[in-house]
């Protein structure tokens, strides 16, 4: 799971999203969601870990 802040003062918005294209080109099945907000953790980004993690443990 990667997530990203469409604001993100300290990590650039494209970096997150070569990331992705990187993992994806090797195979990993990559879960990618971009975020208003900045560099931080905010209540909607710890709702979609919950969502995935939840993904994870029902297979």
């Known amino acids: 799971m990667l997530v990203h802040g469409r604001q993100?003062?300290?990590?650039?918005?494209?970096?997150?999203?070569?990331?992705?294209?990187?993992l994806t080109a090797a195979g990993?099945?990559?879960a990618y969601q971009e975020f208003e907000m900045g560099h931080e953790v905010t209540p909607a980004v710890i709702a979609a870990a919950q969502t995935?993690?939840?993904?994870?443990?029902?297979?």
């Open 8 to 22: 993100d003062p300290v990590v650039p918005l494209q970096a997150a999203r070569q990331a992705r294209e990187a």
């Open 28 to 30: 990993v099945a990559v």
């Open 52 to 59: 995935f993690l939840a993904g994870l443990t029902a297979e």
